[in-house]
């Protein structure tokens, strides 16, 4: 039997609270769970994972491998304290289509998970201490997915899309996939090393030409040899 997180947001912080130990910081952080949008500034910062909902009024039985969670990262490194706002999405049952948004159940080995995954997002975008570790995916209890994501059920791509129609330059919100597996620090330091790689071939491209060009004007110069007739 899956042992279900949802419904007890102390177990969000406590495992934040454990995880966030591993990392060699005298900053104190906390993680709170809010049920509506996050603020605005800071670091923005998304990840999906399974989750199970039940109607409240029909019963009806659903899952989702696109459950959205959201987290809002902000240090003060002055005073040395750093906070996180997380917020789970809810979705509604497309079976008796109530507006009532229920809250997903998500097994506690996927709560770890996101957790780490997380605290690995905090340590490469303030830290970047070596060796912490690789993002984890999360685990899908139930291979059919039935289709696609039902956003018309889904609390945070009905916000997203409400957003959208007022800002006709895209969402407020803007994601950082993970797949691209690079913190800042690392994207500054490989685009230096491409430009310097491209500054030293042009340089040595130039070398070269002035001593081909050194040498040609040797050849052309050098004078005949009295010895011919």
């Not at 923005?44 to 009806?60: A, L």
């Not at 998970?113 to 070596?130: A, C, D, H, P, S």
């Not at 129609?165 to 895209?170: A, M, T």
């Amino acid at each position: 039997m899956l042992r279900l997180a949802m419904g007890n947001d102390r177990w969000w912080s406590d495992e934040f609270d454990n995880e966030i130990e591993e990392l060699d910081t005298t900053d104190v952080w906390t993680l709170n769970v809010i049920e509506h949008s996050l603020p605005n500034g800071g670091l923005k910062y998304e990840q999906t994972t399974f989750g199970s909902f039940v109607c409240s009024n029909c019963r009806y039985h659903w899952s989702s491998f696109v459950t959205h969670l959201r987290f809002f990262i902000k240090l003060d490194r002055a005073r040395k304290r750093g906070i996180v706002n997380m917020r789970i999405s809810r979705q509604s049952c497309k079976k008796c289509n109530l507006a009532t948004m229920e809250k997903p159940h998500i097994s506690h080995a996927n709560l770890k998970i996101m957790i780490k995954n997380l605290v690995l997002k905090i340590n490469r975008k303030f830290y970047e201490q070596e060796d912490y570790g690789r993002r984890s995916r999360s685990i899908n209890y139930y291979s059919d997915q039935n289709g696609p994501h039902d956003k018309d059920h889904c609390e945070i791509c009905q916000e997203d899309a409400h957003q959208e129609k007022k800002d006709e330059q895209g969402s407020f919100y803007l994601r950082e996939d993970w797949e691209q597996g690079t913190s800042l620090h690392e994207k500054k330091t490989s685009e230096q090393g491409g430009s310097t790689a491209l500054a030293v071939g042009v340089a040595a491209g130039v070398v070269v030409g002035i001593g081909a060009l050194a040498l040609a004007c040797m050849a052309f110069s050098k004078p005949k040899d009295s010895s011919k007739k």
